[in-house]
C-alpha cells in the first residue's frame, strides 16, 4: 500500500486524534493538572533554551523583541492558570494539586537566584542571540536586557509569588507524590500511559518490562566492565563512570568537535543501512543553558538544516562515554533522519510530518542507539559503555514512573532505585524523578517505543527469511510519518509483506 494511503486509515484519518490526549485515550475526564512543572519550563530554566531555539526562525530585531515578549505572556498566563486552579473549592482542589511538596519551593529558589544576578549575568540576557546584520550590537544588547528587566524578570517573579503564596501550601508530601493516591488516578494514569505510548500496556506490564530490562543491562555492564574499569562488579562500574575525572571531559568545544566526529561516521555509515537520506544537513551548536541535549528539525521551505544542541556549561558533567550514543540519538542516524525524512515527504498530512508522537519519536532515537551498535559505529568499549548507561535512564523510567504513579512509590524510593541501577549521579537523577512526578506517562515512552519497533522488526525478519532488507525495513518505519505504534506495525507489514 502506497505511504500516502495511510491518511485514509481508520486509526489516523481524523487528524491528531492519536496526538491528543482528548481525543481517544480518556486523559479528558481525569482534570489532574501537571501544570507548574510544564509552565515552570517555559519561564525560567527552560527560558533560554527557549531563546536558544527560537534565534533559528527569527532573525529581524523586531521578531526577537516580539518573541522576548510572548514569553512574558507565557508567564502572566501561567500565573493566571495557578491562580485559577487553587481558587477553587478544596473539595475540587483534591484534584488538582501540585505534584510533589519539595518542587515548588525549589522552583521558586530557582527564580529567586535567577533574578539576584545583576542584568548582565542573567542566563536570559546570556542566551540572546547576535542582533542582525548591520544592526549594531551593544544598542541592540541594550535594547534587549531593558526588555528583559522591565518586562521578563517582573513576570519570572509574580510567577514565583503564585507558586510560594497559592500553591505550596496545597501540595503532596513527597511519601505520595503519585497519581495513585488521588481521586480517579489509576485511571487517569492508564489514560496517560495509553496517550504517551500509542499501546494498551498496562502500568504493571510496563514495570515488569523494566525490571526485564535493568536486569539485561546488569549482564552487558558485568560484561564490559572488566575492559573499562577493570572489574564486573556492578557498584564498582557505576561508581567509575560517576567520579572518575579520566571519564569525563574537561572542555566544551571537545563536546562539539567530538559531537561532529561520531554524526560524520554516522552519516558516511548511511547507504549501506537506509534507502532515502534527508537533504537537510544536520549541524551541532553548543549552547549554555536548557536541557543537557536536544535537537531543532530543518526549516520546512529548506533554508535552515537541522540542528543537535548540546549543553556545554558544565563540561565535566558529561562522561566521555555519553557522548556518542546522544549525538546517534539526536543526530544521525536518530531524530535528524526520522524528522527531517518527515519534513519531505510528499502526500503525508502535515500533523504527521511534524507533530510530536513521543512513544515513535523517541522511540525511534532510542532505538537507534543499538542500531549504531549493529553498524559498528562506537568507536570504543568505552563508549558502548555509555550506549547502555544511556539505556538504563530509560530501563529504571519503566519501572521508576509506573513504581511512583501506580504502586504507591515515595519519591525517594524512586531516587534510590535509579541510583542502585544506573550509573547516573544524584543529580541527575533527583531532576529525572521530579519530572516523571509532574508529567506521569511520558517517560515510559522512550522504551516502550523502541521495544516496539524492535519487535516489529523481529517479526519481519521471521516473516521474510532470508529475503529481509534492513534499508526496506527502516524505509517502511519512516517514510509515513509519525504514526501510532500499532499503525506502524501494519504499515510495515503492508509495505513489505511476508
Not at 509515513?480 to 506495525?489: A, F, R, T
Request: charged share 25%; net charge negative.
Amino acid at each position: 500500500m502506497e505511504c500516502r494511503t495511510w491518511k485514509r486509515h481508520p486509526k489516523v484519518r481524523d487528524g491528531a486524534q492519536h496526538w491528543s490526549p482528548h481525543a481517544n485515550c480518556g486523559v479528558q475526564q481525569y482534570p489532574i493538572v501537571i501544570l507548574p512543572r510544564r509552565e515552570l519550563d517555559e519561564v525560567h530554566p527552560g527560558r533560554a533554551q527557549f531563546i536558544d531555539v527560537h534565534r533559528l526562525k527569527h532573525a529581524r530585531t523586531g521578531q526577537q523583541v516580539e518573541l522576548m515578549r510572548e514569553v512574558d505572556e507565557a508567564a502572566e498566563h501561567a500565573v493566571g492558570q495557578l491562580v485559577r486552579a487553587f481558587a477553587v473549592p478544596l473539595a475540587q482542589r483534591e484534584v488538582v494539586r501540585p505534584p510533589v511538596l519539595e518542587l515548588d519551593p525549589g522552583a521558586a529558589d530557582q527564580i529567586d537566584a535567577q533574578l539576584a544576578l545583576p542584568l548582565d549575568e542573567s542566563p536570559v540576557v546570556a542566551a540572546l542571540p547576535a542582533p542582525p546584520q548591520g544592526v549594531d550590537a551593544a544598542a541592540w544588547r541594550g535594547r534587549m536586557a531593558a526588555i528583559v528587566d522591565a518586562e521578563v524578570h517582573p513576570a519570572m517573579a509574580a510567577y514565583r509569588d503564585v507558586l510560594r503564596d497559592e500553591v505550596l501550601a496545597h501540595a503532596r508530601p513527597d511519601e505520595r507524590c503519585g497519581l495513585g493516591g488521588l481521586p480517579d488516578g489509576e485511571a487517569s494514569y492508564d489514560a496517560l500511559l495509553r496517550y504517551f505510548t500509542t499501546t494498551t500496556r498496562s502500568a504493571q506490564e510496563i514495570h515488569d518490562l523494566g525490571l526485564a530490562q535493568v536486569a539485561k543491562l546488569a549482564d552487558e555492564y558485568r560484561a564490559l566492565g572488566p575492559e573499562v574499569v577493570g572489574t564486573d562488579d556492578l557498584t564498582s562500574i557505576f561508581d567509575a563512570m560517576r567520579s572518575d575525572p579520566a571519564l569525563h571531559f574537561t572542555d566544551g568545544q571537545q563536546l562539539v568537535e567530538a559531537s561532529e566526529v561520531a554524526m560524520a561516521r554516522a552519516w558516511d555509515a548511511m547507504p549501506e543501512w537506509f534507502e532515502v537520506l534527508p537533504q537537510a544537513p544536520c549541524a551541532v551548536q553548543a549552547t549554555m543553558s536548557g536541557a543537557k541535549t536536544f535537537y531543532f528539525p530543518p526549516a520546512a521551505d529548506g533554508s535552515r538544516g537541522g540542528t543537535f544542541f548540546i549543553n556545554v556549561d558544565d563540561p565535566t558533567s558529561w562522561g566521555t562515554f555519553e557522548l556518542e550514543a546522544m549525538a546517534f540519538h539526536e543526530g544521525i542516524p536518530g531524530h535528524h533522519l526520522q524528522l527531517a525524512i518527515a519534513a519531505e515527504l510528499d502526500g503525508v498530512p502535515e500533523f504527521r510530518k511534524h507533530l510530536h508522537n513521543s512513544a515513535y519519536a523517541e522511540g525511534w532515537g532510542l532505538y537507534t542507539e543499538r542500531l549504531a551498535d549493529e553498524m559498528g559505529l562506537y568507536s570504543s568499549a568505552v563508549d558502548r559503555m555509555g550506549m547502555f548507561a544511556a539505556d538504563s535512564m530509560r530501563a529504571c523510567r519503566l519501572v521508576v514512573d509506573t513504581g511512583l504513579h501506580a504502586l504507591g512509590w515515595s519519591r525517594e524510593q524512586a531516587v534510590q532505585y535509579m541510583l542502585d541501577n544506573s550509573p547516573l549521579g544524584e543529580g541527575v537523577v533527583r531532576p529525572e524523578v521530579d519530572r516523571y512526578i509532574v508529567t506521569p506517562g511520558q517517560a515510559t515512552s522512550y522504551m516502550v517505543g523502541r521495544v516496539e519497533i524492535e519487535r516489529i522488526r523481529r517479526e519481519t525478519e521471521v516473516r521474510l527469511g532470508p529475503s529481509f532488507d534492513i534499508k526496506a525495513f527502516h524505509s517502511a518505519v519512516l517514510d509515513s510519518g509519525s504514526l501510532p505504534l500499532g499503525v506502524l506495525d501494519e504499515v510495515v507489514r503492508a509495505r513489505l509483506g511476508g
